[in-house]
């Protein structure tokens, strides 16, 4: 019955992803017929410089970023600290919860769902300090309603995606330390032993560090990226100017950012192993969101500025 209920929650799970991909997909479709469709999703999705006109009656301010990314912070801490926990107690000897595979393959795929949970901590820790130092959002930049409570449950559900497949028993393991703390009032805490910390991360494949200096790559020229977009108003009389960024991967596109983005969630892919259909749709998620926004950024810019980089594309280099 178990097992049944975890394929349900699984199989919701898939679906609220595909149901979030596929209009972002349709509306990056080249078509004028697609035009009425297009300026819909635009008028949910749209933020800042690109939110559609019609939309400004339902907004909230784009310095509303930040809540996000505290939301992913303090939920991401959270399963990051449950399933090390529940990791050390495996090896220590303890496997009460792993079923249908071997303890060194159980332990392999926690150890994993550990080291993708660091990751999407060092990132959401990053963009939390952006929001707050880096970023001077104009006040009057805007976010429609419908996006900031989307933004705010796809920071719940993507670490969540990270490690859906052993979810269950990480919260079956939670809820029996909370449960024998009750009862007894104190819970069977051990000595600090480094080594069995780091245990967790001792046994990852070539694959997750392959995918892990990816991800520090995209990490990397997102900080950089970022930086150069909050110096563009470094004064307050700058705050509603626009300025054409230079620098790093802005020499190539409009959005580097975005594309940064792509490029640390593709290495989360990787780190994955690429066989847990949540984290492939929640990278599809990801690209196809990025890639829409930047496409309507890219051609703002093309209105905004006669004098705007030709060469630039939208996202990926030569490509869009």
Not at 278 to 307: C, D, M, P
């Amino acid at each position: 019955m178990e097992v049944e209920i975890v394929w349900l929650v699984k199989a919701a799970w898939i679906t609220v992803w595909i149901v979030s991909i596929l209009p972002l997909v349709i509306a990056s479709i080249p078509s004028s017929k697609l035009n009425s469709f297009r300026e819909l999703v635009l008028s949910f999705a749209g933020r800042g410089k690109i939110l559609h006109p019609s939309s400004q009656k339902f907004t909230v301010p784009q310095k509303f970023f930040g809540h996000f990314y505290v939301v992913g912070v303090v939920w991401t801490t959270l399963l990051l600290a449950a399933t090390w926990m529940y990791a050390c107690k495996m090896a220590g000897g303890s496997h009460v919860f792993s079923f249908h595979m071997t303890h060194v393959e159980h332990r392999f795929k926690v150890g994993r769902a550990v080291f993708l949970l660091l990751l999407m901590e060092i990132h959401v820790l990053r963009r939390v300090i952006e929001s707050f130092y880096v970023f001077k959002y104009s006040t009057s930049a805007r976010m429609h309603i419908l996006a900031y409570v989307g933004a705010l449950f796809y920071y719940v559900a993507a670490p969540l995606s990270l490690c859906s497949n052993i979810a269950p028993e990480v919260a079956r393991f939670v809820g029996s330390q909370v449960a024998e703390f009750i009862a007894s009032g104190k819970s069977h805490s051990h000595d600090f032993n480094l080594l069995l910390s780091i245990s967790p991360l001792m046994k990852l494949g070539s694959l997750q560090w392959i995918g892990g200096a990816i991800f520090l790559w995209g990490w990397i020229h997102q900080r950089r990226c970022h930086a150069i977009l909050g110096s563009l108003r470094e004064y307050p009389s700058q705050e509603k100017e626009y300025i054409i960024p230079y620098g790093d991967w802005f020499e190539m596109v409009s959005c580097p950012h975005f594309l940064a983005e792509i490029v640390l969630y593709l290495g989360l892919l990787i780190s994955s192993g690429g066989t847990d259909i949540s984290i492939w749709l929640l990278f599809g998620f990801v690209a196809a969101n990025l890639t829409y926004a930047a496409g309507e950024t890219h051609r703002w810019y093309l209105q905004k500025f006669e004098n705007y980089p030709a060469s630039r594309h939208a996202i990926f280099p030569h490509v869009y």
